[in-house]
């Protein structure tokens, strides 16, 4: 008993620092620094350029630089945020922070949760396969922006992190164990199936609307506030586009537990660090909480062990005539 009182471990976050070092090399992170030039992706060239600093690479940004900082031009910058903005709030996916930006200004005006609904809703018409999770995550925006504006905006950390888990499913980001952990979640909490059943026929948006409030159960938010609000941490540490890029790394919430709290450590390089230890950087190490505690207990048990054999083989052994 003495024993087993101490056999208890603790789990303890993997090195990144030792991982990073040890399995990434210099031109690994300036393939990545070359490849962003040519997508046209000036944040993510910066973000390995301050990766490479923060974990000791002698990388010269020298040569880096000047075709970075063509990317970043006042008319640059403007053309593309513009344009991603535009096609983020018109069709609600993203893969660069406007775009990103535009999907979730369109949910916070309901017009891309109801726009998701009557999408989802036009598929069932035609006999076409309706994707559940974003029904029921759009169905979820629209009640909790009533709440929002209902509290004054406590609700919005909650509301954009279920927005940025739409975008998420519609950019095909979430594994299959994270969104079936999702699906179980948001249709506790809106019921899709009552909704398409009560507007079959309905093409008037605010009717959309209304019979989605009547299918949003408030009662069953706990448990998508807390995912939801994990995933509003890990954005607020990073971004929103490279929150997207992120949750891929998720298949369960303690998974996502670990992902907030890399984010929180590592900020916006937590894109750079996934994107070369993949999974293995949200792995464990387990650790003996009492190490000398148990090393001790042990040594008693077994001294006491060894007494009580010497005690009975004493008992045991037949007396002298």
Do not use: C
Not at 26 to 40: G, K, M, V
Request: overall charge neutral.
């Amino acid at each position: 008993m003495a024993v087993f009182k101490y056999w208890d471990f603790t789990e303890v976050p993997v090195d990144i620092a030792a991982l990073m070092t040890k399995t990434v090399k210099q031109a690994d992170l300036e393939a990545q620094i070359e490849t962003s030039i040519q997508n046209d992706n000036p944040d993510d060239a910066r973000m390995y350029l301050r990766l490479a600093q923060t974990f000791g690479y002698k990388l010269d940004a020298a040569p880096f630089m000047p075709r970075i900082e063509a990317l970043e031009t006042p008319w640059q910058v403007a053309r593309r945020q513009a344009e991603q903005f535009a096609n983020g709030f018109i069709d609600g996916s993203g893969e660069t922070g406007a775009g990103v930006a535009g999907a979730v200004t369109a949910d916070f005006t309901l017009i891309g949760d109801v726009r998701d609904l009557y999408e989802q809703y036009q598929n069932m018409q035609a006999g076409k396969e309706v994707n559940e999770l974003i029904t029921a995550l759009a169905g979820v925006g629209v009640g909790l922006t009533a709440i929002a504006v209902l509290s004054s905006g406590t609700a919005a950390p909650v509301k954009t992190g279920s927005s940025t888990l739409k975008l998420a499913t519609r950019a095909n980001k979430l594994s299959p164990k994270m969104q079936a952990v999702l699906i179980k979640q948001a249709t506790d909490l809106f019921d899709y199936k009552a909704f398409l059943w009560a507007t079959r026929g309905e093409k008037n948006l605010d009717n959309l609307r209304q019979a989605a409030l009547k299918a949003y159960n408030p009662k069953a938010l706990d448990a998508l506030s807390e995912t939801a609000n994990q995933v509003n941490t890990i954005r607020k540490s990073t971004s929103l586009v490279d929150t997207l890029d992120i949750l891929r790394y998720a298949e369960s919430t303690d998974d996502l537990r670990r992902l907030e709290k890399l984010s929180m450590k590592y900020g916006a390089e937590t894109k750079g660090v996934l994107k070369f230890l993949g999974k293995s950087a949200i792995g464990t190490v387990r650790l003996l909480r009492h190490v000398t505690e148990l090393m001790v207990a042990a040594l008693a048990s077994l001294v006491s062990l060894l007494a009580s054999l010497i005690s009975l083989s004493a008992w045991l052994r037949p007396k002298a005539a």
